[in-house]
């Protein structure tokens, strides 16, 4: 591998990690404050992909039709976690396993029926549609760097809002004490049914994010799911930060086996997360 492939790969790698941890950050932060095991989490993923599509379609701004889609996936968050979620907080896994199930192919269902099987795509808005020179022979394109920095200032944005604001403090007590958080008059319910729309929030963003680099095909959000469990596996359940090393390692690991070992590269990251239970069996950063 040359030195100029070499390094074009790292960045692609890191930035597609930086998309999972997106995603993944929603998985882990719904899991590690509420305990719920969200299998729907990626049809979230997907239902914001589809969404932009269709409000780009409609109103012909990608600003606007992000921003509608972002709006609607955050009120989708609610009423799920009102109507269904709620019902499953003194229930075992083995219900919430059930119900998310029982989600996704209500969602697929639906996409079938709202807007048909035939693949998508959404175009690059015309401001990012150019390309930086990355070396002598290469060149980068601008939507793909303007992805990974609203990724990173997302991350920044949940590392600030969960570790130095009053709100991150009664999620973290929420994880850490249910009862003693009821007890000193704090409506966890409230608490949780914020927690609950951010995540389905950040699926849906990400999902946003990579319309314009991926198709927009049913059944997407099955295979991202699969990769953000093996994400947050690596990562420790329930850990941010373990989210954010997770899906960078899975990105890059993945993005260069893609290139080595094509036969293999849907393998790798398999191996490399057993390879990390074996040497730490609750994930690099557990709690």
């Given at each position: 591998?040359?030195t100029?492939l070499?390094?074009?790969?790292?960045?692609?790698?890191?930035?597609?990690?930086?998309?999972?941890?997106?995603?993944a950050?929603?998985?882990?932060?719904?899991?590690g404050?509420?305990g719920?095991l969200?299998?729907?989490?990626?049809?979230?993923?997907?239902?914001?992909?589809y969404?932009v599509?269709?409000?780009?379609?409609?109103?012909?701004?990608?600003?606007?039709?992000?921003l509608l889609?972002?709006?609607?996936?955050?009120?989708l968050?609610?009423?799920i976690?009102?109507?269904?979620?709620?019902?499953?907080?003194?229930?075992?896994?083995?219900?919430?396993v059930?119900?998310?199930?029982?989600?996704?192919f209500?969602?697929?269902?639906?996409?079938?029926i709202?807007?048909?099987?035939?693949?998508y795509g959404?175009a690059v808005?015309?401001?990012?549609?150019?390309?930086?020179?990355?070396?002598?022979?290469?060149?980068?394109?601008?939507?793909?760097?303007?992805?990974?920095?609203?990724?990173?200032a997302?991350a920044?944005?949940?590392?600030?809002?969960?570790?130095?604001?009053r709100?991150?403090?009664?999620?973290?007590?929420?994880?850490?004490?249910?009862?003693?958080?009821?007890?000193?008059?704090?409506?966890?319910?409230?608490?949780?049914?914020?927690?609950?729309?951010i995540?389905?929030?950040?699926?849906?963003?990400?999902g946003?994010?990579?319309?314009?680099?991926?198709s927009?095909?049913?059944?997407?959000?099955?295979?991202?799911?699969?990769t953000?469990?093996?994400?947050?596996?690596i990562?420790g359940?329930?850990?941010?930060?373990?989210?954010?090393?997770?899906?960078?390692?899975?990105?890059?690991?993945?993005?260069?086996?893609a290139?080595?070992?094509p036969?293999?590269?849907?393998?790798?990251?398999?191996?490399?997360?057993?390879?990390?239970?074996?040497?730490?069996?609750?994930?690099l950063?557990?709690?």
């Amino acid at each position: 591998m040359s030195t100029e492939l070499f390094f074009v790969q790292l960045v692609n790698g890191v930035q597609y990690g930086l998309l999972l941890f997106l995603i993944a950050s929603g998985l882990t932060l719904v899991f590690g404050v509420m305990g719920i095991l969200n299998l729907a989490h990626g049809s979230m993923y997907m239902v914001g992909a589809y969404l932009v599509w269709y409000f780009v379609t409609v109103t012909g701004s990608f600003t606007l039709g992000a921003l509608l889609s972002a709006v609607i996936a955050l009120g989708l968050g609610i009423v799920i976690e009102r109507v269904l979620i709620q019902r499953l907080y003194n229930r075992n896994h083995l219900d919430q396993v059930l119900l998310t199930i029982g989600m996704i192919f209500v969602f697929n269902s639906l996409q079938s029926i709202l807007w048909g099987n035939d693949p998508y795509g959404v175009a690059v808005p015309e401001a990012l549609g150019g390309a930086v020179p990355f070396t002598d022979n290469s060149s980068y394109p601008v939507y793909r760097i303007f992805a990974a920095l609203i990724c990173v200032a997302i991350a920044a944005a949940l590392y600030f809002v969960v570790s130095k604001t009053r709100l991150g403090m009664l999620i973290r007590a929420g994880e850490s004490n249910r009862e003693m958080v009821e007890a000193l008059g704090v409506n966890i319910k409230s608490l949780y049914t914020i927690v609950f729309a951010i995540g389905v929030m950040l699926a849906a963003v990400s999902g946003i994010i990579a319309a314009p680099m991926r198709s927009i095909v049913p059944g997407m959000g099955e295979s991202v799911l699969i990769t953000c469990f093996v994400v947050v596996v690596i990562g420790g359940m329930g850990s941010i930060k373990g989210a954010f090393v997770g899906a960078l390692l899975v990105g890059i690991i993945s993005t260069f086996a893609a290139v080595l070992v094509p036969t293999m590269s849907n393998m790798i990251i398999y191996i490399f997360m057993i390879l990390v239970l074996l040497a730490k069996p609750q994930g690099l950063f557990a709690k």
